[in-house]
């Protein structure tokens, strides 16, 4: 509405409709295109020193519309004193709002989602998105880790979704030298847990 108001409604809800479309064909796009850097062992890391809770704090802010949307309750829980990473913060970001991303998908009108960070017994630090959502069967696991692999639940594949993003996450997890672990059960909570991320570089 630069150049004067969009006066009918349907035309503004038409304008949404596209920006959608090509909001999801852009992520579509980065997501193919930094799996294929990753294949390639071209995709190279930006490290710099960050601290766990701002980070956090980027992710609520990307994927808070979306929350609030659905009626979902975001809370970050985050252990006191935990060590700056050294990491690329914007790959970890991407990583964080691909797993919360999946997390409001699955996860009902007023359920719950948690984005928790705590340190490990080596002095590292562990980061886990879980939700009450509706889960995947333990026998599906392995597929949705997989490029294009969804699972086949009927109530997972009514939601959109290219199978890219737990895929691509586990890529720039390992990428780091972390690990991702997936832990779902149909029906009941599921968490999404990402260990031995970056380096730790001192307290905050």
């Known amino acids: 509405e630069t150049l004067g108001p969009v006066e009918n409604a349907r035309y503004r809800e038409y304008v949404r409709h596209i920006h959608s479309s090509g909001a999801h064909l852009l992520s579509l796009i ?7 850097k ?6 190279e890391l930006l490290e710099e020193t960050e601290s766990v809770q701002r980070i956090f704090e980027r992710c609520r802010v990307f994927i808070g519309e979306a929350v609030q949307r659905k ?3 975001l809370s970050l829980d985050v252990t006191p004193d935990l060590p700056l990473l050294h990491c690329d913060r914007r790959k970890v970001k991407q990583v964080l709002v691909n797993l919360l991303s999946n997390a409001v998908k699955f996860t009902p009108s007023g359920g719950r989602i948690v984005l928790q960070a705590d340190s490990d017994n ?7 998105v879980s939700d009450n959502g509706i889960g995947i069967a333990q026998n599906e ?9 969804q ?6 594949r009514e939601a959109e979704g290219t199978g890219l993003g737990l895929p691509l996450a586990k890529a720039l997890v390992e990428l780091h030298g972390g ?5 779902r059960r149909q029906r009941s909570s599921s968490s999404a847990t990402i260990s031995r991320l970056a380096r730790a570089v001192g307290s905050r």
Request: net charge negative; charged share 20%.
């Open 71 to 73: 009626g979902i309750t």
């Open 151 to 156: 699972a086949r639940q009927a109530l997972i």
């Open 122 to 128: 080596a002095g590292g630090v562990i980061l886990r």
């Open 141 to 149: 696991l392995e597929k949705v880790m997989a490029p294009f692999g």
């Open 38 to 43: 990753i294949e390639a062992g071209k995709l």
């Open 179 to 183: 690990s991702l672990q997936i832990d």
């Open 30 to 36: 980065n997501d193919l295109l930094d799996l294929s």
